[in-house]
């Protein structure tokens, strides 16, 4: 559920305040029908988002695709990203109109199209058997699996400029402490901002809270099962760290002067310039970094967001979204579909990708590495990976993420609202969720 | 001697004020569409150091196997059908709502503020327009698009209608006129100047309009103008001089129809003379 | 009714006047102004407005989640009128209505008089004023989010030549909402000044030239004449510009998104982030909530607006 907004609505909309709920957008040739085409060939819609990294690398793929199955076509189509993105989904699953097959998130988001009712179970597909077993978890209900992997997996964590931190003399903090102070040794040093928060974009600024994960269930293993019981609170401990860390570093004024209005954009920017020296984001800032700081590869590296215990130090982990088949998905049609999904779980699949877009993380497939050259953002998790110092987000262990997240989270960062305020109001947000998810004991 | 002065310093005052406030926005839109991407990106005030106007116009145009093209002709289509209709529709609402005191005024009245305060209901007007099998059509957009907007002309429209006195309507009934003639032949050409802020209001509303579009006529072959700004606002690239450009493309049409009926308000102002 | 048509000192209307056609009309066979006129605009009126919005009072007791429903009675409203933001969200939503639309009227009417007087290049200034309605919204919130922008934006770059430091427009909470409301009315104003144009040049002129006899000033001109016989465009530019600053969101949804925090957001906003969030059910809950707020206002208000036709 951590939707990127596009940038900030742009599309807002005109009419009204609404009971509106969409059908598609943008681009659809419309799924429907099962049937072959006159000559024996087969025409499948792809639906993906419309981020241009995004769909150079479906067609990249649709292309290598048909190269090999002639009687096959891929045409990709393309829906807004954000929320705006997930009710258009919704809606066209719900209205059988969807694309034969199309690209989303996982984890919760996925939970949300009420799979076993919309999907093509895909269990018995040989694939399966090549993924990540965290991965298959995020797209599975209990009575079937559902989507390949589509991209890589990615951490919630700092990027930081390391020649900042050479010149300083600063080594990567394992504790939150030691984070403070290597901060406050970049601010007294004067020539970066210690760290970079980008409310122009308010998704980013939930980093804090989403990326601490890792060190809360180092407290307490169980706390996402607590948390979708109704057992654990944002307010308590471990969880308010997150907020609390947020308000510490406003109020230690550690932030770059223009936070308001910077943008992602403008935060990735800095970090590769030596403008900002830490910025705590998801690593797909890697394909940003890679579009417009090319040069600033190997600068730019990542470490996660310590907590209180160096032993505990670990990454939180997003899994990649999923591609999967509606049940309007039929005949021919649905064979073909299946087929093509089959070649999205191949290496050739995966170099592709790679190829297409910058990397982000590690790939979920078994049998996909990623090329030797990949910007320090992404080399620079390998290690937490292969110390399997890990742990998924929250989004992939419960279904309940409160939609205020990113506007309580900008309060607290601009000093509007206390940290303390801010969990409880996140609490509150979270109880409307779990009320509207119909679940038990709220 | 101070309608000399009124003449001249009030126009120059007035004509400095609006190019700062209303006009350089729209020099901003211009420059920033004439930039490249990387200059665009600085959000600067400034004339571009290397004009890309024509590279981004016509890149903006092939976006997408001339998207753009397609949405212009959808956009005219659906703009001029859909304002003709609620145009005529209204007035005769409006018309017999002012003329005729009956029991049915108020419910009339209260549908109407009911039709500007409610924001519609999308998901159930789908069901009724697939059910009528206008779904994913131009005329059943153009259907929503009446349907919508007849509560805000009416309200216009009912305001206009009681400036005309009612001794015309009396002299055309003496004169044998039935109902139909005696509005399209009398009252009718007598709204000019309501109609035209109708049209102009409408044809900007529906033209500019991107929610319904969205909604109701999804698909690419259908595209109307405003769904065109979606090619362009990739969020982790953004190619703000495109963005720029298609808006100020977009804005193009609305400006020549307007500027095309700005002459028949003045038109009707000068019979009207009015002295300031 | 009388007010606006009935004319001053000779009527052009003249001996026709006094006939019966009035008499005759209302018992007559027939009514010059038949009923069945609402018959064409109501049917696409009926069959997709009130149909679907019928529809859409019965989602407001479920939850609804486009894939399954379930009826809940009312606990959508018990659940919207605990929404944190609301309390906040309805102060933001008068200020920014009577705000909006007090500077639409104002502003609409003075350009409207001022734009039919004699002045030089009134074609062009009618023109430059109404150039922002036909850019989009979505246009306009880009375009004014950069000129806003605190440090890089041209106001702020301009008023530092001057040497005043100029505030964070959008990012500061005590302004974000009222920079909002200022460009509202920057893209809305040109509308308020058309529709007084119309009003304005309705008028007959016989008026004007009555007064010039009597030797009135242009100030009397506009306080007896233009004033009192423009109501009807005052009416209805007050009309639309309360219900459309009540139910306005989009601007605000592009221009801040209801930040920073939560601190320019409206009803109408707080309503299409749970749209947004998937609750459907509550968001159609809070539109039933905010219709019953906006017609408590207008309809008292059109009633004081339309007194004046009841005498007819």
């Given at each position: 559920?951590f939707?990127r907004?596009s940038r900030?609505?742009?599309?807002?909309?005109?009419?009204?305040?609404?009971?509106?709920?969409?059908?598609?957008?943008g681009c659809?040739?419309?799924?429907?029908?099962?049937?072959?085409?006159?000559?024996?060939?087969?025409t499948l819609s792809y639906l993906v988002d419309n981020q241009e990294a995004t769909v150079a690398t479906a067609e990249a793929l649709a292309d290598a695709f048909m190269a090999q199955n002639e009687n096959i076509k891929v045409e990709v189509e393309t829906r807004p990203q954000?929320?705006?993105g997930?009710?258009?989904?919704?809606?066209?699953?719900?209205?059988?109109?969807?694309s034969d097959v199309f690209a989303y998130n996982s984890g919760?988001?996925f939970?949300?199209?009420?799979?076993?009712?919309?999907?093509?179970?895909l269990?018995?597909q040989e694939w399966v058997g090549k993924l990540d077993?965290n991965f298959v978890?995020t797209v599975?209900?209990?009575?079937?699996?559902?989507g390949v992997p589509m991209g890589q997996a990615m951490a919630g964590a700092?990027i930081?400029?390391k020649?900042?931190?050479?010149?300083?003399?600063?080594?990567?903090?394992?504790?939150?402490?030691?984070?403070?102070?290597?901060?406050?040794?970049?601010?007294?040093?004067?020539?970066?901002?210690?760290?970079?928060?980008?409310?122009?974009?308010?998704?980013?600024?939930?980093?804090?809270?989403?990326?601490?994960?890792?060190?809360?269930?180092?407290?307490?293993?169980?706390?996402?099962?607590?948390?979708?019981?109704?057992?654990?609170?944002?307010?308590?401990?471990?969880?308010?760290?997150?907020?609390?860390?947020?308000?510490?570093?406003?109020?230690?004024?550690?932030?770059?002067?223009?936070?308001?209005?910077?943008?992602y954009a403008?935060g990735v920017r800095?970090v590769a310039?030596?403008?900002?020296?830490?910025y705590?984001i998801l690593t797909f800032a890697a394909s940003q970094l890679m579009t417009s700081n090319p040069e600033a590869a190997d600068t730019v590296g990542v470490?996660?967001?310590?907590?209180?215990?160096?032993?505990?130090?670990?990454l939180?982990v997003w899994m990649p979204g999923g591609v999967y088949i509606?049940?309007?998905?039929?005949?021919?049609?649905?064979?073909a579909a299946k087929t093509f999904l089959e070649f999205l779980a191949t290496p050739e699949s995966c170099d592709i990708q790679a190829e297409t877009s910058a990397p982000q993380g590690p790939f979920v497939i078994e049998g996909c590495d990623l090329p030797e050259d990949v910007p320090a953002i992404v080399s620079d998790q390998q290690k937490w990976f292969d110390?399997?110092?890990t742990?998924?987000?929250?989004?992939?262990?419960?279904?309940?993420?409160?939609?205020?997240?990113?506007?309580?989270?900008?309060?607290?960062?601009?000093?509007?609202?206390?940290?303390?305020?801010?969990?409880?109001?996140?609490?509150?947000?979270?109880?409307?969720?779990?009320?509207?998810?119909?679940?038990?004991?709220? | 001697?101070?309608?000399?002065?009124?003449?001249?310093?009030?126009?120059?005052?007035?004509?400095?004020?609006?190019?700062?406030?209303?006009?350089?926005?729209?020099?901003?839109?211009?420059?920033?569409?004439?930039?490249t991407q990387q200059?665009?990106s600085?959000?600067?005030?400034?004339?571009?150091?290397?004009?890309?106007?024509?590279?981004?116009?016509?890149a903006?145009?092939q976006t997408r196997d001339?998207?753009?093209?397609?949405?212009?002709?959808?956009?005219?289509?659906?703009?001029?059908?859909?304002?003709?209709?609620?145009?005529?529709?209204?007035?005769?609402?409006?018309?017999?709502?002012?003329?005729?005191?009956?029991?049915?005024?108020?419910?009339?009245?209260?549908?109407?503020?009911?039709?500007?305060?409610?924001?519609?209901?999308?998901?159930?007007?789908?069901?009724?327009?697939?059910?009528?099998?206008?779904?994913?059509?131009?005329?059943?957009?153009?259907?929503?698009?009446?349907?919508?907007?007849?509560?805000?002309?009416?309200?216009?429209?009912?305001?206009?209608?009681?400036?005309?006195?009612?001794?015309?309507?009396?002299?055309?009934?003496?004169?044998?006129?039935?109902?139909?003639?005696?509005?399209?032949?009398?009252?009718?050409?007598?709204?000019?100047?309501?109609?035209?802020?109708?049209?102009?209001?409408?044809?900007?509303?529906?033209?500019?309009?991107?929610?319904?579009?969205?909604?109701?006529?999804?698909?690419?072959?259908?595209?109307?103008?405003?769904?065109?700004?979606y090619n362009f606002q990739a969020q982790s690239v953004s190619s703000?001089?495109l963005?720029?450009?298609?808006?100020?493309?977009?804005?193009?049409?609305?400006?020549?129809?307007?500027?095309?009926?700005?002459?028949?308000?003045?038109?009707?102002?000068?019979?009207?003379?009015?002295?300031? | 009714?009388?007010?606006?048509?009935?004319?001053?000192?000779?009527?052009?209307?003249?001996?026709?006047?006094?006939?019966?056609?009035?008499?005759?009309?209302?018992?007559?066979?027939?009514?010059?102004?038949?009923?069945?006129?609402?018959?064409?605009?109501?049917?696409?009126?009926?069959?997709?407005?009130?149909?679907?919005?019928?529809?859409?009072?019965?989602?407001?007791?479920?939850?609804?989640?486009?894939?399954?429903?379930?009826?809940?009675?009312?606990?959508?409203?018990?659940?919207?009128?605990?929404?944190?933001?609301?309390?906040?969200?309805?102060?933001?939503?008068?200020?920014?209505?009577?705000?909006?639309?007090?500077?639409?009227?104002?502003?609409?009417?003075?350009?409207?008089?001022?734009?039919?007087?004699?002045?030089?290049?009134?074609?062009?200034?009618?023109?430059?004023?109404?150039?922002?309605?036909?850019?989009?919204?979505?246009?306009?919130?880009?375009?004014?989010?950069?000129?806003?922008?605190?440090?890089?934006?041209?106001?702020?770059?301009?008023?530092?030549?001057?040497?005043?430091?100029?505030?964070?427009?959008?990012?500061?909470?005590?302004?974000?909402?009222?920079?909002?409301?200022?460009?509202?009315?920057?893209?809305?104003?040109?509308?308020?000044?058309?529709?007084?144009?119309?009003?304005?040049?309705?008028?007959?002129?016989?008026?004007?030239?009555?007064?010039?006899?009597?030797?009135?000033?242009?100030?009397?001109?506009?306080?007896?004449?233009?004033?009192?016989?423009?109501?009807?465009?005052?009416?209805?530019?007050?009309?639309?510009?309360?219900?459309?600053?009540?139910?306005?969101?989009?601007?605000?949804?592009?221009?801040?998104?209801?930040?920073?925090?939560?601190?320019?957001?409206?009803?109408?906003?707080?309503?299409?982030?749970?749209?947004?969030?998937?609750?459907?059910?509550?968001?159609?809950?809070?539109?039933?909530?905010?219709?019953?707020?906006?017609?408590?206002?207008?309809?008292?208000?059109?009633?004081?607006?339309?007194?004046?036709?009841?005498?007819?």
């Amino acid at each position: 559920m951590f939707s990127r907004q596009s940038r900030r609505t742009l599309l807002a909309f005109s009419a009204s305040g609404i009971a509106l709920t969409l059908t598609l957008a943008g681009c659809s040739g419309g799924g429907g029908g099962g049937g072959a085409n006159a000559d024996g060939s087969v025409t499948l819609s792809y639906l993906v988002d419309n981020q241009e990294a995004t769909v150079a690398t479906a067609e990249a793929l649709a292309d290598a695709f048909m190269a090999q199955n002639e009687n096959i076509k891929v045409e990709v189509e393309t829906r807004p990203q954000g929320a705006e993105g997930d009710n258009l989904i919704k809606t066209r699953l719900s209205t059988g109109e969807m694309s034969d097959v199309f690209a989303y998130n996982s984890g919760s988001l996925f939970q949300a199209l009420a799979p076993d009712n919309t999907l093509v179970n895909l269990d018995d597909q040989e694939w399966v058997g090549k993924l990540d077993e965290n991965f298959v978890n995020t797209v599975s209900t209990d009575n079937g699996v559902y989507g390949v992997p589509m991209g890589q997996a990615m951490a919630g964590a700092v990027i930081y400029n390391k020649d900042i931190y050479a010149e300083l003399g600063l080594t990567v903090p394992t504790t939150w402490d030691e984070f403070i102070a290597n901060s406050q040794a970049i601010k007294d040093a004067g020539a970066a901002a210690p760290i970079v928060q980008t409310y122009g974009d308010t998704w980013t600024s939930q980093l804090f809270v989403l990326g601490d994960f890792n060190n809360v269930l180092a407290e307490d293993p169980d706390w996402a099962e607590k948390y979708t019981n109704n057992e654990a609170k944002y307010s308590d401990e471990p969880a308010i760290r997150g907020f609390e860390h947020l308000e510490e570093t406003f109020k230690a004024g550690l932030f770059n002067e223009d936070f308001a209005s910077a943008t992602y954009a403008d935060g990735v920017r800095m970090v590769a310039t030596g403008e900002g020296a830490q910025y705590p984001i998801l690593t797909f800032a890697a394909s940003q970094l890679m579009t417009s700081n090319p040069e600033a590869a190997d600068t730019v590296g990542v470490f996660p967001l310590p907590g209180d215990d160096a032993a505990t130090n670990g990454l939180t982990v997003w899994m990649p979204g999923g591609v999967y088949i509606p049940k309007s998905t039929e005949g021919d049609k649905l064979e073909a579909a299946k087929t093509f999904l089959e070649f999205l779980a191949t290496p050739e699949s995966c170099d592709i990708q790679a190829e297409t877009s910058a990397p982000q993380g590690p790939f979920v497939i078994e049998g996909c590495d990623l090329p030797e050259d990949v910007p320090a953002i992404v080399s620079d998790q390998q290690k937490w990976f292969d110390e399997e110092k890990t742990n998924l987000a929250l989004e992939f262990l419960s279904p309940i993420k409160g939609p205020a997240l990113e506007q309580i989270t900008v309060a607290v960062g601009s000093g509007i609202t206390s940290a303390a305020d801010g969990a409880a109001q996140y609490d509150e947000d979270v109880k409307k969720q779990a009320q509207q998810l119909g679940l038990e004991g709220w | 001697m101070r309608n000399t002065l009124w003449r001249w310093g009030g126009g120059t005052v007035a004509i400095v004020l609006s190019i700062v406030v209303f006009i350089v926005p729209f020099v901003f839109i211009f420059l920033t569409a004439s930039k490249t991407q990387q200059e665009a990106s600085l959000l600067e005030f400034t004339l571009p150091t290397q004009w890309a106007f024509f590279e981004n116009l016509v890149a903006v145009v092939q976006t997408r196997d001339y998207v753009l093209l397609r949405a212009f002709v959808n956009s005219t289509i659906l703009t001029v059908a859909a304002v003709a209709i609620m145009v005529v529709l209204s007035a005769m609402v409006g018309y017999v709502l002012q003329r005729r005191r009956s029991r049915w005024n108020p419910l009339v009245n209260g549908l109407v503020l009911a039709g500007l305060i409610i924001p519609p209901a999308v998901v159930p007007t789908i069901w009724v327009l697939q059910g009528l099998e206008l779904f994913k059509t131009l005329p059943g957009l153009i259907a929503v698009h009446v349907a919508f907007g007849v509560p805000f002309c009416v309200l216009l429209f009912r305001a206009f209608v009681s400036t005309i006195p009612k001794e015309l309507d009396e002299a055309a009934i003496i004169d044998g006129a039935g109902s139909v003639r005696l509005f399209f032949r009398v009252v009718f050409p007598l709204l000019k100047s309501v109609i035209v802020t109708v049209i102009v209001v409408q044809a900007v509303f529906v033209f500019n309009d991107f929610t319904y579009a969205l909604y109701f006529l999804p698909g690419d072959e259908n595209a109307t103008v405003q769904l065109t700004t979606y090619n362009f606002q990739a969020q982790s690239v953004s190619s703000l001089n495109l963005l720029f450009m298609d808006i100020l493309l977009i804005t193009v049409p609305p400006l020549i129809m307007y500027i095309f009926f700005n002459r028949q308000i003045v038109a009707g102002m000068t019979a009207g003379s009015v002295k300031g | 009714m009388t007010t606006l048509t009935a004319r001053p000192g000779a009527d052009t209307a003249g001996p026709d006047q006094g006939r019966d056609a009035a008499g005759k009309k209302r018992k007559g066979i027939k009514s010059p102004y038949p009923l069945w006129f609402y018959m064409p605009a109501g049917v696409f009126y009926v069959i997709l407005f009130l149909v679907p919005t019928g529809a859409s009072l019965y989602f407001s007791l479920t939850r609804w989640t486009l894939f399954e429903q379930e009826f809940i009675g009312l606990d959508n409203f018990v659940q919207f009128f605990r929404e944190q933001a609301l309390v906040q969200g309805f102060i933001n939503t008068f200020i920014y209505a009577f705000l909006t639309s007090g500077l639409k009227v104002v502003l609409g009417m003075l350009l409207g008089v001022f734009l039919t007087s004699q002045i030089i290049a009134r074609g062009f200034l009618r023109s430059v004023v109404f150039f922002p309605v036909l850019v989009s919204t979505i246009g306009v919130g880009i375009t004014f989010e950069v000129l806003m922008n605190p440090f890089d934006g041209l106001i702020n770059q301009t008023l530092a030549a001057i040497g005043i430091q100029g505030p964070g427009w959008l990012t500061d909470p005590q302004w974000a909402l009222l920079s909002v409301a200022l460009v509202d009315v920057w893209k809305g104003v040109g509308l308020a000044t058309l529709i007084f144009i119309a009003g304005i040049v309705a008028i007959p002129q016989e008026y004007f030239e009555a007064a010039r006899v009597d030797g009135a000033s242009s100030w009397k001109n506009f306080w007896h004449i233009t004033l009192p016989l423009a109501r009807p465009a005052t009416a209805t530019v007050v009309t639309l510009s309360l219900i459309g600053g009540l139910r306005s969101f989009d601007l605000i949804w592009a221009m801040t998104g209801g930040g920073p925090g939560f601190t320019s957001d409206v009803i109408a906003s707080v309503i299409y982030k749970q749209y947004q969030a998937g609750f459907y059910g509550l968001s159609t809950a809070g539109n039933v909530v905010l219709f019953v707020v906006v017609a408590a206002l207008i309809v008292p208000l059109q009633a004081w607006l339309n007194r004046g036709e009841k005498d007819a």
